[in-house]
């Protein structure tokens, strides 16, 4: 992965991934990390020096988050990121007919509109990037279990491909990082929220050491949903890091509780 913008953007902080789209070029992607920012406490980088949150909701500085916003804002080259109010559900915002100046209550989001970026907000919950062939459309969708087994990739990839006229095996998707299946303990009632739907989905789940409780790949269960929803395996990249695996680059919700968030952002050049 390389640094991206224009000569004047302001560098990427090193463990940023600007994402690379094969055969997809005019298609940007970036997955911010708690590297980077001006935030403090338990918002700031492991090793004390400014953190990069972007949650307004989580009890951070609101000054911190603002310029943190901003200094992102400056290294996309001119798209602006389009922020949602996430309640872990499957709606889907529409932003080529965002007025600007509000906040769309969804858990994803698609564009065909060049200079803005659709964008979602993780901490362990699992941030998948969606692009159309020859850049016709990109969608972000944040997905955590709750929106993952109520169907918000399968609406995100069902928007894109009709907005961008395109089949759904058409669309490439990238998986950000998110809680590992080492570290994701979840119970019955999460298993069967898949399995009752999807048998297969069951080779997602591990027996835990407690009865009742289960270890679940969210990166497969995801893979899983997407080729439900059309798209092709071997257009189904990234995944496998896991955010609470890794405290120096990543904030995890599951790991620290009172933390930062980052972003994971798709926009069209």
Same mark, same amino acid.
């Given at each position: ?98 007025? @600007? &100046?509000?906040?769309?209550? !969804?858990? $994803? /989001?698609?564009?065909? %509109?060049?200079?803005?970026? =659709?964008?979602? #907000?993780? +901490? ?25 087994? @109520? &169907?918000?990739?399968?609406? !995100?990839? $069902? /928007?894109?491909?009709? %907005?961008?006229?395109?089949? =759904?095996?058409? #669309?490439? +998707? ?34 835990? /050491? ?10 497969? #269960? ?48």
């Amino acid at each position: 992965m390389s640094g991206a913008g224009d000569a004047g953007a302001a560098p990427m902080p090193a463990s940023w991934s600007v994402l690379q789209w094969p055969g997809n070029p005019r298609v940007r992607g970036l997955l911010t990390t708690r590297v980077g920012g001006c935030s403090a406490g338990a918002y700031a980088a492991a090793d004390g020096s400014g953190g990069m949150n972007l949650g307004a909701h989580v009890g951070d500085d609101p000054a911190a988050v603002s310029r943190n916003r901003e200094l992102l804002a400056a290294r996309l080259a001119g798209a602006e990121p389009v922020w949602l109010e996430q309640v872990h559900g499957s709606d889907l915002a529409d932003l080529d007919a965002w007025p @600007g &100046g509000s906040v769309p209550r !969804a858990d $994803a /989001a698609v564009l065909t %509109r060049r200079g803005l970026a =659709a964008c979602v #907000l993780v +901490a362990d919950c699992l941030p998948v990037l969606l692009a159309a062939p020859d850049a016709r459309g990109v969608a972000a969708a944040h997905a955590g279990w709750r929106g993952l087994s @109520g &169907g918000v990739l399968e609406h !995100a990839a $069902a /928007a894109l491909a009709r %907005r961008a006229a395109c089949d =759904a095996a058409q #669309l490439q +998707a990238w998986l950000g990082p998110a809680i590992g299946p080492a570290h994701f303990e979840v119970g019955d009632e999460v298993r069967e929220a898949f399995v009752g739907v999807d048998a297969r989905a069951a080779s997602a789940f591990v027996s835990g /050491a407690r009865p009742g409780k289960w270890m679940a790949d969210l990166f497969e #269960l995801a893979r899983m949903r997407l080729q439900r929803a059309g798209l092709l395996r071997r257009c189904i990249l990234g995944g496998g890091i896991c955010t609470v695996s890794n405290p120096s680059i990543y904030y995890s919700y599951r790991r620290d509780r009172v933390t930062g968030r980052q972003a994971a952002l798709v926009w069209l050049d």
